[in-house]
């Protein structure tokens, strides 16, 4: 059986990467569990990149998130541990309104939907019979859920990182953009965070994210679609009759078997 600091580290990749990922898709603030209070952030001061192709990229990716106002993706999941001796690799499809509706689902190997709005967070694991419903207010003033926040800019991941624009990237038609960690508390637990970045879109087509103890993973994008139109159904799961509603939040260790 897993330890619950396992469980909980599983969970902060998981919300680290679907934050920063909501973040660069639609200008969702990223707020990580470490990141300073209020007081330490005023007084906290983002490094202006030198490099004009960067600032000018970095530019263009503000300016794509504010014209944002839903987007559909298929998304591949890897993800390397150390005790395992190949990756997990998951599919699946994410969908996202502006400014608070989000439908995270997995769709292989393992089925599991999250869905955030302004009311409701909602977990629900299919083959286990199992659900989570719990009120968005019951986050309120908690760390666990601070990086859903609104209408802040890429600006603010440079309180928390330095960016660098790599040489060359690996992957065509993209930009590849390093970001570092400018607090130990953050170094303590990632070592860096990879951003691939679209020539033509100026948005996101994969993340990576590396831990401080060798584990990383990474998330790509495909066949994304800006503004499209999203039926409200998609946020929003009818639990079959079977399902045990659970009424707290269990980090996402109920479907830990694909984490």
């Known amino acids: 059986m897993r330890t619950q600091d396992t469980m909980m580290k599983r969970l902060s990749t998981f919300a680290a990467l679907l934050a920063l990922s909501l973040a660069l898709i639609s200008g969702w603030r990223v707020a990580r569990s470490d990141a300073p209070e209020p007081e330490e952030q005023k007084s906290g001061k983002a490094h202006a990149p030198s490099d004009p192709l960067l600032t000018r990229i970095l530019h263009e990716f503000d300016r794509a998130q504010r014209e944002t106002g839903s987007l559909v993706a298929e998304f591949t999941e890897k993800k390397q541990l150390k005790l395992l001796a190949h990756p997990v690799v998951s599919r699946g499809e994410l969908y996202y309104n502006r400014p608070n509706q989000v439908r995270w689902e997995y769709l292989e190997p393992d089925h599991k939907v999250f869905v955030i709005t302004e009311e409701m967070y909602v977990a629900y694991y299919p083959t286990l019979k199992r659900a ?48 570092t960690p400018r607090k130990q508390k953050i170094r303590d637990k990632m070592t860096d965070m990879k951003i691939w970045v679209d020539k033509t879109t100026f948005m996101p087509r994969q993340l990576r994210y590396e831990e401080a103890d060798g584990d990383w993973t990474m998330l790509a994008f495909q066949n994304m679609r800006l503004n499209a139109e999203i039926a409200a159904q998609r946020f929003h799961i009818d639990l079959p009759k079977d399902v045990v509603v659970s009424e707290t939040f269990n980090g996402f260790s109920l479907g830990e078997q694909s984490f």
Do not use: H, N
Not at 136 to 149: A, C, P, S, T, W
Not at 163 to 179: G, N
């Open 132 to 179: 989570e419903e719990v009120p968005i207010k019951k986050f309120v003033g908690k760390r666990l859920f601070r990086f859903i926040g609104l209408g802040q800019s890429i600006d603010d991941l440079g309180k928390y990182y330095d960016f660098r624009l790599a040489d060359a990237s690996d992957l065509p038609d993209t930009w590849l953009l390093l970001l």
